[in-house]
């Protein structure tokens, strides 16, 4: 079993749409939790970092966290062309290191 | 805040070569760094950790005497690939942390693009 798994996709929605993006992690004492966005040809850029149960908003992004259940995952409200990329879901352990998932390509098709 | 560079954007050399990479905290003490190895289509590959004034940690199965790290201060670690070879071309991506920021949150540069030919 992988660490960190996510759907590779892609993962296609209409614009305006609600991208919901799924990741799971192995590892049950993770206290850390981050989405990134890779744009092609690009490294990551941090778009939300969640350490508590339950539900963190920052603008048309969500993210959940469900330590129970080993799961966390991304909404994105009205999907926008420019949100078209991967996005890596990156779980903390305690040695500090971050564990990415292969990531899941997103297409948001206007 | 919390901007990360990489020098060069990237490189292209001949086989045998040694090629240096330098990233850089523009805005913030880093006193770890991490160095990335990502090949298309795959996810990022960490290669190794890196603490200012300290020998660098790697990965398994990442060589270190042919990729040599250097954390000579806070804001500036170098990553040396010696030797390369047509496989090491790669996407080569650095991160850091600041001691201040907890829970792990990384801050990664703009990455390197090797080609060795």
């Known amino acids: 079993q992988k660490e960190v798994e996510q759907n590779s996709g892609p993962l296609s929605v209409p614009e305006g749409a609600i991208a919901s993006l799924n990741c799971t992690y192995s590892d049950r004492v993770s206290q850390s939790f981050f989405w990134y966005r890779q744009y092609s040809g690009k490294s990551p850029e941090l778009i939300m970092s969640?350490?508590?149960?339950g539900d963190k908003e920052d603008g048309r992004f969500t993210a959940q966290l469900n330590k129970a259940s080993q799961y966390v995952s991304l909404l994105i409200r009205d999907s926008q062309p420019s949100d078209s990329a991967t996005y890596l879901c990156?779980?903390?352990?305690?040695?500090?290191?971050?564990?990415f998932g292969q990531g899941t390509e997103l297409s948001v098709k206007p | 805040g919390a901007v990360v560079s990489q020098h060069p954007s990237w490189v292209i050399c001949k086989s045998g070569t040694s090629v240096k990479i330098e990233c850089r905290s523009l805005d913030f003490q880093a006193t770890t760094m991490f160095w990335y190895r990502q090949f298309p289509k795959q996810s990022l590959m960490l290669m190794a950790t890196?603490?200012?004034?300290?020998?660098?940690?790697?990965e398994q199965g990442v060589e270190k005497d042919k990729f040599l790290i250097n954390h000579a201060s806070l804001t500036l670690s170098t990553l040396t690939v010696t030797s390369a070879h047509p496989e090491d071309s790669s996407f080569y991506i650095c991160?850091?942390?600041?001691?201040?920021?907890?829970?792990?949150?990384?801050?990664f540069g703009p990455g390197t693009r090797l080609t060795v030919l």
């Open positions: 990156a779980v903390g352990n305690q040695g500090g290191k971050l564990i």
């Open positions: 969640i350490y508590s149960n």
């Open positions: 991160s850091a942390r600041s001691g201040t920021v907890s829970y792990n949150e990384q801050f």
């Open positions: 890196s603490n200012e004034g300290s020998k660098a940690t790697y």
